[in-house]
């Protein structure tokens, strides 16, 4: 597939699905870009915000399976992965599939379960593949795209176990949706009271082979030196600041230069330019910062210090 093309469809898409999410068309940007680029994505925000119907819609519009799974303190590894059951007629133990084994998985309140369950999902992530009984199964593969988009509220923590940091850097992005404005909050409303009924159609753009070629157009996009320089600058900024503790792994420089990638196929481009850095920097790297304490106590956020970084580094000029 060309770039165009893969261009032309991803617009498609975000149009249906932002007739069903009203008025957060930058997020729903930023999501898609994620999917483009392979990656898995961290929602946090509050409750009622739409991150499961965000999830649901976009694995509709492209035509992929989708599971849910609700993360609680007594769910287990292999309610995730799955687990071998003996069979009585065949004397023998078969492997039944758990919610991963899905294109689309939506990881709800993620900061509930138990840091064991955490990892086993966290695992599949890395290796995109679940071993049990000895035996490995993939979880992705040729025309089969594999992503986690793991929730979390900040406010509830009682009960609680936060991700390491080490598990926070596997996720590509991470994305706030935040509340909407008055217009959008009643046209949302309006809609609901003009479809009679709490659920809505989508409609299905592509199926889940195109959408994983789309995911391959991605790869062709040309990175000059300039702008692989200019990444690593900003990466290698967030590790010398005073008020961070421990900056930016290599691996977000790897997840920057992937969102930016995607987007240049979005505005149909094979090459990236300095503004698709800027643009998605903050949600490929702030959730990467670990803050020196008395920074957090000031209310400096890592939002913030990235912005400081774009305005310090210079960029380079577009080519």
């Known amino acids: 597939m060309n770039i165009e093309k893969a261009s032309e469809l991803s617009l498609t898409i975000l149009k249906e699905v932002n007739k069903h999410i009203i008025g957060k068309e930058n997020t729903l940007k930023h999501v898609m870009l994620s999917f483009l680029a392979d990656g898995h994505l961290l929602f946090e925000d509050y409750p009622g915000l739409a991150k499961t119907m965000i999830c649901r819609t976009f694995a509709s519009t492209l035509g992929c ?3 849910r799974i609700q993360f609680t303190p007594d769910l287990l590894p292999q309610d995730v992965t799955g687990s071998e059951i003996y069979n009585q007629k065949t004397n023998e ?5 758990g919610p991963i084994f899905a294109d689309i998985i939506l990881s709800d309140e993620i900061n509930r379960a138990t840091p064991k369950t955490q990892s086993a999902l966290l695992e599949a992530m890395a290796e995109y593949q679940v071993t049990i009984g000895g035996t490995t199964y993939k979880l992705t593969g040729e025309g089969k795209p594999f992503l986690v988009v793991a929730t ?4 509830e923590l009682e009960g609680t176990f936060a991700l390491p940091e080490a598990q926070i850097d596997r996720f590509l992005a991470k994305i706030s949706i935040g509340y909407p404005s008055k217009e959008a909050e009643k046209v949302i409303l309006t809609k609901r009271i003009g479809r009679k009924q709490k659920s809505f159609d989508v409609s299905r753009i592509i199926d889940r082979n195109t959408f994983y070629n789309m995911q391959r157009t991605v790869e062709e996009v040309y990175v000059s030196d ?3 320089e200019y990444i690593v600058d900003i990466v290698q900024y967030t590790r010398e600041m005073p008020q961070v503790k421990v900056g930016a792994s290599p691996r977000g420089s ?3 230069m992937a969102l930016a990638r995607a987007n240049a196929v979005l505005e149909k481009r094979d090459y990236v330019i300095p503004q698709d850095v800027k643009e998605l ?4 790297l702030g959730h990467r910062l670990v803050l020196e304490i008395g920074s957090w106590l000031s209310g400096t956020s890592a939002e913030i210090l990235i912005q400081k970084v774009l305005k310090e580094i210079k960029s380079p000029r577009r080519e």
């Open 226 to 228: 300039e702008i692989k």
């Open 152 to 155: 979390q509220n900040p406010l």
């Open 65 to 67: 399976d989708f599971k």
């Open 254 to 256: 790897l997840d920057l």
């Open 281 to 284: 920097a903050i949600i490929a």
């Open 93 to 97: 133990f078969e492997f039944k599939e």
